[in-house]
């Protein structure tokens, strides 16, 4: 059947994207008045005044595009413009407040940042964490609507600043947050209760509040964090276990809201009212009002906005009389949640439950056709098997699994393969242990005896589940790690799903029975060839064909480099690292190294160089050795007392990584026409310098036919003046600057010995005061071209050997470096 429903929300949803990444108002009134061209055309053509859906498309893409801006300029608000100011911050408390272990964070609606004792009025929201002293007690005030003062540090939060890394920005952007605030739970003043807050929101919060404490009062910990995360889609108060478990096994979904609970809740009043003689639109007005309440307790969240929609349709229709249609229901549902907030399509809730349900509907039907006769003759044989319903449970799950997959290997790298076995197992459960939570909460708002039965009565149940995620979680196969998909194969998978939901099924069925009559095994293997090669090519395209590739990763105050050749070679020159006493060495590894290697589609290194043993350089590399197979580590002669440095070397010998100690006059030929050539430490180390690990640290140069890039770690004066007295440095076009561009007296000469064409300062947020004004004046007196990862995030450069091209992430412009010259000759005619 015809759904311009459906076509009308996929105009908005374009509409949306557009507006997010491309708006501006001369697409805005171009769309408008295409439009309206179209509409007075047709009636010029059509006396009849029929219009065709096309110019309400267009409207719809506009409105979109419109709408979308217009929540992002609403987000952002004027708070941003005092990032990196320190002051007291006043504003009412816009939601419930998140306790951790050692913080607790809540958002602010402000209305005031006093700095330096002047008082700025400020709009945005705000995400503020208060740090808690140990056994100290938070402030028990920080609760919906009340008023609130704390003196901290603003900033702006960050962007996407590596390939593959997390955008922070755009996803605190999604809940309508505009910046960040860091402060103390003790400087934090209650000035009484806002005038601005929601009578209905506080309610709705308080309610839940009550009902949450009744699980929490009678259940252990943590069972009665479950039983609240499955009610109330709260997963913040499970423990790190716990959730790890759920998204293992493949069941994190039961702890999102769902037509489930949409439908429970509908169901427990439909009974009650029934029983009353409540009946007719009387009752569905009832229970409506009910389901807002809910959805609304419960945060608007997109997977229950979704629900209540769609019942309200599909109750309002059989009320009515009409037939149900679940693409438009579905559709309808997509059109009034990204109403009311564009922005949430960008979420990974909005998408894995529109994907979800989307596939239920359009995959279903022909699973279940395929799959009933199987139980339908196993129920033959075991006549008391319910064939009809086990078919139809195994049809929905694999359907809604098959519809997420793709967006669960895109945003989380790994795919369950216990899921379907997990679903079967745990959903009987759920429905059971949703109806007693539901009925224990709202008892204990009245009847706190009954609610305490109530609770009790689920914890075997919970017990049950938490032994289905763990026990099936904790297979060795239970879940596979993979690459993300590339954008296109999502726009594929997801571009099929729509154009069955808009009803393309009955033209995919007559298509496929003309094709059939005329298929032969060789088209057969034709065809997956032909998909073979559109799945490899944009893989290859990545690898940059016949490229040197050299990325500078913004790991913050470190460095990290990954070097990738035209014969697919491998290389990672540190690994960026925090200090020890900071409890997050490792960090970086997991939030920026690896994910930029999924990005990218290493499965295994070549080669790892650690330029020397400090935190900043090495402490990534340890979570890369942990799940990357490594050809090769290569390390100084250096020996620190250092434990953490101690275990990344011993870390390798337990994985087999054969190490390597190189130093000055050493070469690595990553393959033929490319060579790391190792220029210091001299083999007799460094001491006594003052500085002693950094000096001795690893300098490699780079060479690729005539270009070259070199890698100075942290060298400082006396290894650079070592360089200058043996003339070991020569022209290169790309320049690594030493030590994060600290202080160098003698920078002048070392630039004109290596008279590159551009420079890498690799850096982030210190207290060294890098990079060094005297650094910065050295570069720009020769005309040196200055990429610095704190400010341009990662910057790739890549060169056919003869020119590089230079890309960054936060200016994602690319411009082209045409070279003097560099290569090493030497290097050159060795090979």
Not at 114 to 124: A, D, L, N, S, W
Not at 382 to 400: G, I, K, M, Q
Not at 633 to 643: G, M
């Amino acid at each position: 059947m015809p759904r311009p429903l459906v076509m009308m929300t996929a105009s908005y949803v374009l509409g949306i994207i557009l507006g997010r990444y491309y708006f501006s108002f001369f697409l805005f009134g171009f769309l408008v008045l295409a439009a309206l061209g179209w509409v007075f055309l047709e009636r010029r053509r059509d006396s009849g005044g029929n219009v065709s859906l096309l110019p309400f498309l267009l409207i719809l893409l506009a409105v979109g595009s419109l709408a979308c801006s217009l929540a992002c300029e609403s987000v952002s608000g004027s708070i941003r413009h005092f990032s990196g100011s320190r002051g007291t911050l006043t504003g009412k408390v816009a939601g419930e407040p998140l306790w951790r272990e050692g913080d607790v964070v809540v958002t602010l609606q402000p209305g005031s940042f006093m700095i330096e004792g002047e008082e700025h009025r400020v709009t945005g929201k705000v995400r503020v964490s208060l740090s808690l002293e140990p056994e100290q007690e938070g402030p028990v005030f920080l609760r919906y609507g009340e008023k609130v003062s704390t003196r901290g540090t603003l900033y702006e939060p960050w962007e996407r600043r590596n390939p593959g890394g997390f955008d922070h920005r755009a996803f605190l952007e999604t809940q309508g947050v505009a910046a960040t605030f860091y402060g103390s739970a003790g400087e934090v003043v209650h000035l009484g209760l806002s005038p601005e807050l929601s009578p209905f929101r506080r309610t709705a919060l308080q309610v839940k509040e009550k009902m949450s404490g009744t699980l929490q009062a009678h259940l252990p910990a943590r069972e009665g964090n479950l039983l609240q995360g499955m009610l109330f889609g709260e997963r913040n108060v499970l423990d790190a276990d716990t959730e790890g478990m759920f998204r293992a096994s493949g069941i994190s979904h039961l702890l999102a809201l769902s037509g489930l609970h949409v439908g429970l809740v509908a169901a427990m009043v439909w009974f009650l009212w029934r029983r009353l003689g409540l009946g007719g639109w009387p009752l569905l007005a009832f229970t409506l009002g009910v389901l807002f309440f809910y959805v609304f307790m419960t945060g608007l969240r997109p997977s229950a906005l979704r629900a209540f929609v769609m019942f309200g349709l599909a109750a309002g229709a059989v009320s009515l009389g009409r037939e149900r249609d679940l693409p438009n229901a579905l559709a309808a549902a997509a059109g009034v949640t990204l109403i009311y907030n564009p922005l949430l399509l960008f979420t990974v809730g909005f998408q894995l439950s529109y994907a979800a349900t989307g596939a239920i509907i359009a995959v279903v039907p022909f699973l279940s056709s395929k799959i009933a006769p199987f139980f339908a003759a196993l129920q033959r044989k075991v006549p008391w098997f319910p064939a009809e319903r086990f078919a139809s449970l195994v049809s929905v799950t694999l359907a809604a699994q098959l519809g997420v997959l793709p967006l669960t290997a895109y945003y989380f790298g790994e795919i369950s393969l216990v899921a379907l076995a997990a679903n079967l197992l745990a959903l009987p459960a759920v429905s059971l242990v949703l109806g007693i939570g539901f009925s224990a909460a709202l008892a204990g708002l009245l009847l706190p005896a009954a609610g305490a039965l109530a609770a009790l009565a689920s914890y075997p149940l919970l017990l049950y589940l938490l032994l289905v995620a763990g026990s099936l979680g904790s297979l060795p196969f239970s879940f596979r790690t993979v690459f993300p998909p590339h954008v296109f194969l999502l726009l594929g998978c997801y571009g099929f799903l729509f154009f069955l939901l808009a009803g393309g099924e009955g033209r995919l069925v007559s298509f496929w029975s003309r094709v059939k009559e005329g298929l032969r095994p060789a088209h057969f293997i034709i065809s997956l060839l032909i998909l073979a090669l559109v799945f490899a090519w944009p893989a290859d395209l990545l690898r940059g064909g016949k490229d040197l590739e050299v990325v500078f990763l913004d790991v913050g105050q470190g460095d990290a480099a990954y070097i990738s050749t035209p014969g697919g070679k491998k290389v990672l020159i540190d690994g960026g690292g925090r200090p020890a006493f900071t409890g997050d060495l490792e960090g970086v590894g997991h939030r920026v190294v690896l994910p930029f290697l999924r990005q990218r589609r290493v499965s295994a290194l070549d080669v790892v160089v650690v330029s020397h043993p400090h935190e900043d350089h090495y402490g990534g590399l340890i979570p890369v050795l942990e799940e990357l197979p490594v050809g090769l580590l290569v390390v100084n002669a250096d020996e620190p007392d250092s434990p953490t440095y101690c275990h990344l070397l011993e870390l390798a010998d337990e994985r087999g990584v054969r190490r390597e100690i190189l130093s000055a006059g050493d070469r690595l030929q990553l393959e033929p026409g490319v060579v790391l050539k190792v220029m210091a430490p001299p083999r007799e180390l460094f001491s006594g310098t003052g500085s002693d690990i950094n000096n001795n640290s690893l300098v490699k140069r780079l060479s690729f036919r005539e270009s070259g890039v070199l890698f100075t770690g942290d060298i400082e004066e006396a290894a650079v003046a070592s360089l200058l007295e043996k003339g070991l440095l020569g022209p290169v076009q790309v320049l690594k600057v030493p030590h994060h561009g600290g202080y160098l007296p003698n920078m002048a000469w070392m630039l004109e010995a290596v008279n590159p064409e551009a420079a890498v300062i690799s850096v982030g947020n210190n207290s060294f005061g890098h990079p060094h004004p005297h650094t910065l004046e050295t570069l720009a007196e020769r005309g040196v071209r200055v990429y610095r990862t704190d400010l341009h995030g990662a910057v790739s450069m890549r060169t056919d050997g003869y020119a590089w091209r230079a890309e960054t992430v936060l200016e994602p412009q690319e411009e082209e470096i045409f070279l003097r010259g560099g290569g090493d000759p030497g290097e050159a005619a060795a090979q």
